[in-house]
T-cell receptor, first 117, second 113 residues
């Protein structure tokens, strides 16, 4: 079984500051994928960034980077130069490397990020 | 803009009604998913279709009936729902290969009265 833990229910951050959202995970799988999603109040779940368990380099996508520490089982999301539009719910999620490739995501409880001007 | 399209965006239905939620993707993905999300909670997996065949049913009540008519379409038929079924229903798709991102639609907000 897989488990994702996000320990920050809510965060307030000043605009233009960098933000780190915490995520730890637990799994007995050797190969797995870690994902971050953003969900604004409109409801859409937006894919942000992906890290494979065997990837040696941390993933980056524009202002988003994933700080992956495999030994600590952590996959923190870093948002550089935060903007007001970054205010949303952020979910960390995991997917196993199982046969067939049609397994769903296991989500953490999420972090509600509010960017203040 | 999302490439997974869900209709309707909002639906209000009575407990005796029959309605359907529809989902369409044109990314060539062969895995499609239905998730249910209650307020202030993470999404919960309901169903997974892989190559148009139902591969995962997470013990969902029979009042929810999924259908995958072809590789681009996914429906969720609703019948005799309860008020506690009111939620955001998210459709998603992905390549049917491990470790690929799952892409979501904008969701259908369902209210059962």
């Amino acid at each position: 079984a897989q488990k994702i833990t996000q320990t920050q229910p809510g965060m307030f951050v000043q605009e233009k500051e960098a933000v780190t959202l915490d995520c730890t995970y637990d799994t007995s799988d050797q190969s797995y994928g870690l994902f971050w999603y953003k969900q604004p109040s409109s409801g859409e779940m937006i894919f942000l960034i992906y890290q494979g368990s065997y990837d040696e380099q941390n993933a980056t996508e524009g202002r988003y980077s994933l700080n992956f520490q495999k030994a600590r089982k952590s996959a923190n999301l870093v948002i550089s130069a935060s903007q007001l539009g970054d205010s949303a719910m952020y979910f960390c999620a995991m997917r196993p490397n199982a046969g067939g490739g049609a397994d769903g995501l296991t989500f953490g409880k999420g972090t509600h990020l509010i960017i203040q001007p | 803009d999302t490439e997974v399209t869900q209709t309707p965006k909002h639906l209000v239905m009575g407990m005796t009604n029959k309605k359907s939620l529809k989902c369409e993707q044109h990314m060539g993905h062969r895995a499609m998913y239905w998730y249910k999300q209650k307020a202030k909670k993470p999404p919960e997996l309901m169903f997974v279709y892989s190559y148009e065949k139902l591969s995962i049913n997470e013990s969902v009540p029979s009042r929810f009936s999924p259908e995958c008519p072809n590789s681009s379409l996914l429906n969720l038929h609703l019948h005799a729902l309860q008020p506690e079924d009111s939620a955001l229903y998210l459709c998603a798709s992905s390549q049917a290969r491990p470790l690929k991102p799952i892409y979501f639609g904008e969701g259908s907000w369902l209210t059962v009265v």
